[in-house]
C-alpha cells in the first residue's frame, strides 16, 4: 500500500468523478441537519443570511457532515453509536453510496476532508478497546477503506482540518460501548485531549486537560485562520464545580482556559454544544442554557445573548457568524450582537458544517 503521504500530500483531483461545485447549487456556506414538521430528517445547505438553497432527504437524524471542500458533495455521518455515513450528491439530491464502519466499530457524527477533497476522516470508536481510531477513505477509489490511526485517546468525537492542513482531533475521554447505547462508563477515571497529527498522520502536539478537571469532556473545536483552535466542554462532574467550558490551544501543548463569568457557567448546565470563529473573534452556543457566548481574541467573555435551543454555529466568508436553532430560525452573529434574519419550518440540529 502506498504511505499515508502519497495519499495525504501527493494525491490530485483529476481522476475524480466530475460534479456540480457548491456555487451551481446556491453558494452555500454551511450545510445542517435538521427535521421537518412531518418528522422527516434532512440535510440542507445555508446561506449566510439564512436562506436555504437545498433540503436532502436523510433515512435517519444526522448530525454533522463533512463538506467536500470543491464539489457539491457532503457525507452525512451517523451520530453515536451509528455504523453508516451517506455520500451526497448536493445536486442531484441522490444517495450516492453508503460507507459502513468497519466491524467493531462505531462513528461520533462528525467527520472532515483532506485540502485536496481526495481523502474523509472519520473519528471511529474500537469498542472492545476503548481506544480511538481515525478512519482514512479514499474518495478518488470510490471511498475505498484505505487505513486508520489511533486517536491519541478515547472518544474521538470531532475532527478539523486546521488551515496549514493538519488534523486536529477533539478527543472526548468518556468510553461508550453499543450494549450499553449511549451510557458513559468511565467517568471516574476519564480525561479529555487535544491532538495533533501533520499530514502523514503523525502526532505533532498533544494537551490533556489539567487532572482537577479531568472530567471537562472536549467535544467540538473551530480553527482561525492564524491556527488558533477554540474548544468546547461538556462537564461530566459535580455542575457546583463547573470548570470554564471553553478554551483556546495556539500550540506548544498548552489549553487556556476562557474568562467566563461565574454566573454565566452556572446557567450552561455544563454544557457547550458548539463553538466557532468569527473575525478575530470566537463563539459558543449552549442549547441547555439557550445562550450565546462571545469571546475576544484574548479569550475573554464580552457578550451573551438569549436564544431558545440554540446550538449551531459556522462562520462566514464576511466574517460574521450564522447560527441556527431548535425552532427554525436563522441569526447572524456579529461585533454588534445576534439578530434574526428568518425561520423555517424545521428544528435545525446540533451543528453546521462550513464548505
Not at 445547505?45 to 437545498?54: K, M, R, S, V
Not at 477533497?117 to 484505505?146: C, H, M
Amino acid at each position: 500500500m502506498p504511505s499515508r503521504r502519497a495519499f495525504l500530500a501527493g494525491l490530485t483531483s483529476a481522476s475524480l468523478t466530475p460534479k456540480l461545485g457548491w456555487a451551481d447549487v446556491g453558494n452555500p456556506i454551511a450545510l445542517g441537519a435538521a427535521m421537518d414538521r412531518e418528522g422527516r430528517y434532512l440535510l440542507v445547505g445555508l446561506t449566510a443570511t439564512g436562506d436555504i438553497t437545498f433540503r436532502i432527504s436523510l433515512p435517519a437524524r444526522g448530525h454533522a457532515a463533512a463538506a467536500h471542500p470543491h464539489v457539491a458533495e457532503a457525507v452525512a455521518i451517523a451520530r453515536r453509536p451509528g455504523t453508516f455515513a451517506k455520500v451526497i450528491d448536493c445536486g442531484t439530491g441522490e444517495v450516492a453510496q453508503t460507507l459502513h464502519a468497519p466491524a467493531g466499530r462505531h462513528f461520533y457524527g462528525h467527520g472532515t476532508f483532506s485540502g485536496d477533497g481526495t481523502l474523509l476522516f472519520t473519528p471511529e470508536n474500537d469498542f472492545a478497546t476503548g481506544q480511538g481510531r481515525i478512519g482514512v477513505w479514499d474518495r478518488s477509489a470510490g471511498y475505498k477503506r484505505l487505513d486508520d490511526f489511533t486517536s491519541v485517546g478515547i472518544g474521538p468525537h470531532e475532527i478539523l482540518r486546521l488551515p496549514d492542513g493538519a488534523l486536529a482531533v477533539a478527543n472526548g475521554g468518556i468510553r461508550t460501548h453499543p450494549a450499553t447505547g449511549r451510557d458513559k462508563l468511565n467517568l471516574d477515571t476519564m480525561r479529555s485531549n487535544l491532538a495533533i497529527f501533520d499530514t502523514d498522520g503523525r502526532l505533532t502536539d498533544f494537551v490533556e486537560v489539567p487532572d482537577a478537571i479531568h472530567q471537562n469532556s472536549l467535544r467540538h473545536i473551530a480553527a482561525a485562520p492564524d491556527g488558533t483552535v477554540v474548544c468546547g466542554f461538556q462537564w461530566q462532574g459535580d455542575p457546583y464545580d463547573a470548570p470554564p467550558l471553553v478554551a483556546f490551544y495556539s500550540g506548544s501543548g498548552r489549553l487556556v482556559q476562557a474568562q467566563m463569568e461565574e454566573s454565566t457557567l452556572r446557567h450552561l448546565d455544563g454544557y457547550v454544544g458548539s463553538v466557532s470563529t468569527f473575525g478575530n473573534r470566537f463563539a459558543a452556543s449552549s442549547p441547555r442554557g439557550g445562550l450565546t457566548l462571545t469571546f475576544d481574541a484574548k479569550g475573554a467573555q464580552s457578550d451573551t445573548y438569549a436564544a431558545t435551543d440554540v446550538c449551531g454555529l459556522c462562520n462566514t466568508p464576511s466574517h460574521t457568524c450564522i447560527v441556527t436553532d431548535g425552532q427554525g430560525r436563522v441569526h447572524t452573529l456579529d461585533a454588534t450582537g445576534l439578530a434574526e434574519q428568518g425561520a423555517h419550518p424545521l428544528a435545525f440540529d446540533n451543528h453546521l458544517t462550513a464548505i
